[in-house]
Nanobody
Framework: QVRLVESGGGLVQPGGSLGLSCAAS?????MGWYRQAPGKQREVVAR???????YYAVSVKGRFTISRDNAKKTVYLQMNSLKPEDTAVYYC???????????WGQGTQVTVSS
């Protein structure tokens, strides 16, 4: 079974930067970050395969960077040039490479406000 523990998040001013990390246990394949703003559906932010191939949502491309350390089973999200519309609860997810089941972290709040 996969367990995900997120860290990072918090309050930052527009234009600022913030980093998130998510440590996993178990056999991990693809990992990703999603977010959910109040009153909106959860949406993908960025994803990264076990081989390092990345995907970004159009709204964050060029501002956010996803990376992973396979030895530490950890995925990172570096967020730069943050905007108020980036405010959301950010969730890490990962796929169990054995069962293909998707697991989710507990979520961490990111608030961009002056």
């Amino acid at each position: 079974q996969v367990r995900l523990v997120e860290s990072g998040g918090g309050l930052v001013q527009p234009g600022g930067s913030l980093g998130l990390s998510c440590a996993a246990s178990g056999s991990i394949g693809a990992m990703g970050w999603y977010r959910q703003a109040p009153g909106k559906q959860r949406e993908v932010v960025a994803r990264i395969s076990s081989g390092g191939s990345t995907y970004y949502a159009v709204s964050v491309k060029g501002r956010f960077t996803i990376s992973r350390d396979n030895a530490k089973k950890t995925v990172y999200l570096q967020m730069n040039s943050l905007k108020p519309e980036d405010t959301a609860v950010y969730y890490c997810n990962a796929q169990d490479i054995t069962t293909y089941q998707i697991y989710w972290g507990q979520g961490t709040q990111v608030t961009v406000s002056s």
